[in-house]
């Protein structure tokens, strides 16, 4: 139970922030499991765009701080891994 109202907004912002990050992580792992069944069914075109977008996407995430830095890069290394690129 909040004693300020000040207390009172930065429960509201920690709602609104916390169901934001949650929908960017949420948007993160579709992408990066598109990536992986565009692979799996042998789709190269599909597999680069969506590789492409999946990791814009893990990058604007640090950047608006959802993820942290090394966070997003083992993201990243995982899924090249994964993939078996370089």
């Keep these: 139970m909040a004693h300020t109202k000040s207390q009172e907004k930065r429960n509201r912002q920690a709602l609104v922030n916390a169901a934001r ?9 579709t992408r990066v499991r598109h990536v992986q069944e565009a692979a799996d069914q042998g789709d190269e075109a599909a597999r ?8 814009k996407r893990i990058d604007q995430a ?6 942290k830095k090394n966070t997003a890069a083992r993201h990243k290394s995982k899924l090249f891994r994964r993939l078996g690129n370089s």
């Design 21 to 29: 990050n949650k929908a960017i992580r949420s948007e993160i792992k």
């Design 48 to 55: 680069d765009e969506g590789l492409r977008v999946a990791q």
């Design 62 to 67: 640090v950047a608006k701080g959802v993820l």
